[in-house]
Every structure is written in structure tokens, then in C-alpha cells.
């Protein structure tokens, strides 16, 4: 990818096009209904949407599909052509289907919420959807298609013997030039003239679980990711890596393992996995200290020890403080389609690394730093834990994330654009902020290692920590990013 710096710094006007799932604002937000995981198909014409409730929601463009029709004329094209440069995609919604449901592991006495953590698109050869989503334990792979409804619109009265009775009397009627519509007084046989008309009535949306993944992680999968073959994926929690077949559901394979002899010498846990996009044996995994790993895995089966670390050497000779292992934690990393560049969002930025330098990002956009003083107050209402997701734009050049008071950050590689763009997400600017979901209790994880080792008294923040924009997706082809807050999605265009 050759990054055009001038076309990367030219200032971008971003508007809201579309908002599903917008509430009253006398109206409870339910805990169920809050968005967890955002995904764009690789063509763009679908987006995937998985909430708390265990339910995958698919949108698809109102316009038809982006894919290439192969018998379309050439004035036809243009058409479509000169529609498509002037126009961005809009968004209908297509079906729904609850893909996980709240378990309870009785050997370990754990309940299993049904929250969707992560969606991912799946090769389609036979113009089926397939989907991956995963809970914090069972990974599933959908199949969804559309199924043609058909309907029968006219049909004569004549009637089918189904009875010995009906026999005897039809043939009291019959003569020799009317013969008798069966053969067999109790076979259900059809009249030899009888007119059937089958309408088409209209599309449905049939969805099924194809293949179920248990079993295979002992701690939380906080991330999947398709590999580039299209036959393989990984899954990764706090301390694994699992390297699974699409089509072999009850075997993987163990490719990174960080869990230590003694589990008091941990020091750091997994956050997210992420496949190359174009070599199928390159894997890079991020750490809660602020590391991205790439490894190869040609070169041993078990990968944590064969991996180049993309570190940024200017903070770890910083001066440190209690929070500051703590806001290094990286909660989301993204390729760019050319492979050569890599996003990491920790809670304070987002870094831009190009793989072939390790020791230093390529630049680094800062996101919130204005919370820096806050760190305290964030820290004991645990909104310093919060883990925001990054997205790339098709081009490489543009990049996106998340932050507090339903902010949009929006970032372009060139000179001048360290600032980037502000967006409040939402069609109208002066939305009332969403109401804070009820809260559940927080279960225990590995990666909050900091946790509970003092509290202060809790002070009055400025900001709405409640209205967080954690999740988006940047459209493969086009400037257009769905972000969720709570559970509304918008979609903003450029």
C-alpha cells in the first residue's frame, strides 16, 4: 500500500446517514439490547450486529449488491457507476436469529452469558452467509440464505380418492368415458387433469448452526478471526490461542499458551488475535502490556516463543505510575488490506505500526488525553477498563475509533492530521445522552490484574462516562463506519 498523503490529509466531512434502535428518552434501555460486535462483510453489501441478548442481526443494502453482475450491459454500468460515486450505501434491516443462549457449567458453578463478543464473515462459495459468533466459550458457525416462499394460487376441485367408501361411490357415477381418477381405492392419487398454479409469494430468510466449537477455552474468548485460506480460524482468550478447521468441529490445535506453571507469575494476559490478510501463516495477538506479537507459524507448532514484538520503546523509558501498565493494555488490533500496516488501540491511543519496525509506530493519534488527569476517578468506576475497538478504512489511509460522550474519532495518515475529526455519533447533533443500562455484576477476568488493589472516594466527572462508543466497522470500499452505543446504530458517510 502506498499511503497518498495529500489525499490522507484532506480534510473529511463525515454526516449521519442512517440511525437504528434510537429510544425515547423516557424509555430503559434494556441490558439484552446493547450492541457487542459489529462486522461488514468483505463485499459490504451485508453488515452483522450481535448483542448482549445472544442475538446476531443482519442488515443488508437497500440499493442491491455490490458484487459484479456479469450480464449487466455497458449502459447499465455506467449508470451504476456514476450512482455509486456520487451516492454511499444504505442499510435495511434483512433478519435476525438468536444465535446463543445463557448456559451454567456445573462443574465449575459458572453461569455463561449468551453476549455475543465477536462476529466474523465466513467465504460464501454458493452465495450463502456463513457467520462465526462466539459467547465467552462456545464458538458457532451459522449458515444463513434466503429461501424463495411459494404459494398455491389456483387449483381444480376435482377431488383425490382417499377412502374404499369414496371408491364405491365414484364408480355408481362413472361410465366408460369418464374412467375413474385412481388406480388403487386407498393409494392418494392425483387427477390426471388436474390444474395446479404456484405463486411466488416473496423471500424468507432461513438461518441454521452448521457447526458447534465447544469446549476449548478455559478463560473468556475475547476474540476470533478468519484466516486468509479460508478454511481455518483462530480463537483466543486470556491465555490461548487455538488454531481450529471450519469443517472439523470436536478437534483444534494449541498454537500459543502464555498460562504460566504458576499462575501467580503472570504478568500478562491476551486481548485480542488477528490473521494476516494476505499470508495465511502470519498471526499477530496483542497483550494487556501494551505488545503486539507476530509470529510465524511455519516455524513451530507452539508460537508464543517465535514471535517478533512491535513495541513502542519511547513509553517504556517514560516515567510510570500505578495506572500506567494499565492504560497500555491494548483492546483491539486491525490490519490494513495491504498487510503491511497494523492498528492498536490502547485507552488513551491509537498507534499505526508498520510491521517491518518494531521498536517505534509509524504515528500515534491521541484519542482522549484530556482523561489523563482523571485516571483516578476512572479507575474506581472501572471505565478505565473499558475496551474500545479501532477499524481501517479500505484504502489504509483513514482510521476510526471510539470514545466517551458518543464521540466519533476519526483519523487520516498525513501531515497535519494528528488531531483528526470529531464526531458525535447519532442523526441528530443534540441527542439527550442514552441511559445507562442496569448493571449486571461483573464476573471475574484475567485481564483486569490491577483490579482491587485500593479505592478512593468517587468524584463527579464532566463527561458522560455512560454514552461510550465501543464498537464500529469501516465499509471495505467506501468511507462509511457503523458504530453502536448502547443499542443504537449509526451509520456516518464521507
Known sequence: MILNREEASASLEWKCSQAFGERNPDEE?????IVSAIEFDKTGDYLAVGDRGGRVILFETVGGKNTPN?????????????????SHPEYRYKTEFQSHEPEFDYLKSLEIEE???RVRWCAAPNG??????TNDKTIKLWKVRDQKVKKIKEMDHFPFVSSENTLLAEKNFMNEHNPPSFAHGYHLEWTENM??????????????????????????????????????????DDLRINLWNLEISDQCFNIVDMKPSNMDDLTEVITSAEFHPIYCNL?????????????????????????????????????????????????DIKFANDGQHLLSRDYMNLK????????????????????????????????????????????GLHFATGSYSNLLRIFSHGVGSAGGITVEAGKNENR???????????????????????????????????SKLLHLAWHPTTNLIACANGNSLFFHYA
Not at 450463502?128 to 459468533?133: A, N
Open 115 to 117: 453476549k455475543i463478543n
Open 352 to 395: 499505526l505500526w508498520d510491521i517491518r519496525m518494531d521498536s517505534t509506530p509509524v504515528v500515534t493519534f491521541k484519542i482522549h488525553e484530556h482523561l489523563r488527569p482523571k485516571l483516578c476517578d476512572l479507575y474506581n468506576n472501572d471505565s478505565i477498563f473499558d475496551k474500545f475497538e479501532c477499524s481501517v478504512s479500505g484504502d
Open 70 to 86: 456479469q450480464h449487466i450491459s455497458i449502459s447499465e454500468l455506467e449508470k451504476e457507476m456514476d450512482f455509486t460515486s456520487t
Open 195 to 236: 390444474a395446479t398454479k404456484i405463486a411466488n409469494v416473496g423471500n424468507s430468510v432461513h438461518a441454521r448452526c452448521q457447526k458447534v466449537y465447544p469446549h476449548a477455552h478455559d478463560f473468556n474468548i475475547n476474540s476470533i478471526s478468519n484466516n486468509s485460506d479460508c478454511e481455518t480460524f483462530v480463537s483466543a
Open 283 to 331: 498471526l499477530a495477538y496483542s497483550s494487556s502490556r501494551g505488545f503486539v506479537r507476530l509470529v510465524d507459524m511455519r516455524q513451530s507448532a507452539l508460537c508464543d516463543h517465535s514471535a517478533r514484538i512491535l513495541r513502542d520503546a519511547a513509553e517504556s523509558h517514560g516515567s510510570k505510575s500505578f495506572f500506567t501498565e494499565i492504560i497500555a493494555s491494548i483492546s
Open 128 to 133: 450463502s452467509m456463513f457467520i462465526l459468533s
Open 432 to 466: 439527550k445522552p442514552i441511559l445507562q443500562a442496569a448493571p449486571r455484576a461483573r464476573r471475574s477476568s484475567l485481564s483486569n490484574l490491577t483490579r482491587g488493589l485500593y479505592r478512593q472516594g468517587h468524584h463527579e466527572l464532566s463527561y458522560n462516562l455512560s
Open 29 to 33: 434501555l434494556q441490558d439484552v439490547d
